[in-house]
């Protein structure tokens, strides 16, 4: 089991959307960023087969809907798979992805299991 933690929150859908909106430069500047963070906090371990995933989005508060905060597995397992902990991000290599959501005033973050 590969466990890891990436500080702070990920942007939510409504925050990738606005960018996305704004200009295309945006958003390849937002995922190149949050794509590097993940693969600085997520280990050099290699998983070859099948894997589940499970995250617990630790928020600041519980303002945002969780549909939109789960959007940042986009930069997850971008992230994974650029490092090379996940062969590749599509369905042959994920199998469940479960979504846990937490609040942490003082120290948002997101936790990830595999």
Sequence with gaps: MISFVIP???PALNEIIAAAKSHYGQYCKMKK???ELVMWHCGNETISNKVNIEITWYTKDERKDPDNVEAGIKFILDG???KGVIVNDSRKY???ITHN???DKECPRVKVKL
């Design 8 to 10: 702070g929150e990920l």
């Design 33 to 35: 960023s949050f794509t």
């Design 80 to 82: 994974l798979k650029e």
């Design 94 to 96: 994920i199998g469940s």
């Design 101 to 103: 959501f937490e609040t």
